[in-house]
């Protein structure tokens, strides 16, 4: 008799071990308070970084182009093929320069569209992709500079060669890893008290608590792809400005031809100076705008089962709001009233 209350026991109390370790695990993951309980957790999904992995296959089909530049050209190869083989062809087999100056133009376009891809180690991972070919090849960076001064021939005390199929392979598929690591670095959870947005990737930590009295907003973004793959991103917006940027609008201000007003100027030419002065002001106007641009540090970013987040933020807010607790202090004094009549 006493056996079989061990065994029932047991199985009780290797569930009330489990259930303990998880509340543990999950303090140390989102740094509780005391008393405080996960209501539900959240990442961002997969394909939500999508355009991180086309970005690597972009590099690689630069890579593999300047690996056969004579793919482009067969007998109908208009002018703009032969314009890339040319420019592919800058350099020489001493430097590629060609593919210095295509990857240089993609990591500044790239890094001004200030999309998901804009970030600091993507950009820093593209420079790098850029500049490898100089790094390799530095004896051939040496002799340019040395034929510009002297026409002697030296041999290269290297002698390495930038191979545009292997450096193309190990860089997207060491890109595509640490986009894998990157996409599983952000961490939100919803508890009894907050919501909290974690990040851990590489030497970068970050960790915020917002409270719920302090939501003002929560905006939902639906991209046509994120419609058909079903994910969201959730944006909270607090009364501090937590979810807004400043953003610059337009080009530089104050860039304007430089038209000093002449002494034995006519009416007309200062009246045409004047305009053309304006046109310049108009087109190069720069304004600053506040706007909400997502952030995966501070957002739910691209996630699945984004209406059930949504319920349960607007179902906190309601409950920790100042309004709903004068309602209750309300209903409690009531209630005491009605008691002691």
Not at 43 to 54: A, E, I, K, Q, T
Not at 247 to 276: H, Q, W, Y
Request: charged share 20%.
């Amino acid at each position: 008799m006493r056996s079989d209350e061990a065994e029932n026991t047991e199985p009780e109390v290797s569930k009330a071990s489990k259930t303990s370790s998880d509340d543990e695990a999950m303090k140390n993951r989102f740094k509780l308070i005391a008393g405080e309980e996960v209501l539900l957790t959240k990442s961002p999904s997969p394909v939500g970084f999508m355009s991180m992995y086309m970005l690597g296959l972009v590099v690689f089909g630069i890579h593999m182009l300047f690996w056969r530049p004579d793919s482009l050209l067969n007998e109908d190869s208009g002018g703009l093929a032969r314009f890339l083989v040319w420019v592919m062809g800058l350099g020489g087999s001493k430097l590629p320069l060609g593919f210095v100056l295509v990857m240089a133009t993609l990591t500044w376009f790239n890094r001004m569209l200030n999309t998901s891809t804009s970030g600091r180690w993507v950009t820093v991972w593209l420079l790098l992709a850029t500049l490898l070919p100089v790094l390799i090849q530095i004896d051939g960076l040496i002799a340019l500079v040395r034929d510009l001064f002297s026409d002697a021939d030296i041999e290269p005390f290297l002698g390495w060669e930038y191979n545009f199929l292997i450096s193309g392979l190990a860089l997207t598929l060491t890109y595509w890893a640490l986009v894998f690591y990157y996409q599983r670095s952000f961490d939100y959870a919803i508890t009894s008290n907050a919501v909290i947005f974690k990040h851990a990737f590489l030497l970068s930590r970050s960790h915020r608590r917002i409270l719920f009295d302090r939501i003002s907003e929560v905006q939902v973004e639906r991209t046509p792809f994120g419609t058909m793959t079903g994910f969201a991103t959730l944006t909270i917006l607090t009364d501090s400005g937590v979810g807004i940027v400043e953003e610059s609008v337009g080009g530089s201000v104050g860039i304007s031809p430089n038209l000093p007003d002449k002494e034995d100027d006519t009416n007309a030419e200062r009246a045409g100076k004047s305009l053309l002065k304006s046109f310049f002001a108009l087109m190069f106007y720069q304004r600053t705008i506040r706007t909400v641009r997502p952030d995966p540090k501070h957002c739910f970013y691209k996630i699945r089962g984004w209406e059930d987040t949504k319920t349960l933020l607007n179902e906190m807010h309601k409950k920790h709001s100042q309004s709903t607790k004068l309602d209750n202090l309300a209903d409690i004094l009531t209630e005491q009233n009605e008691g002691k009549e």
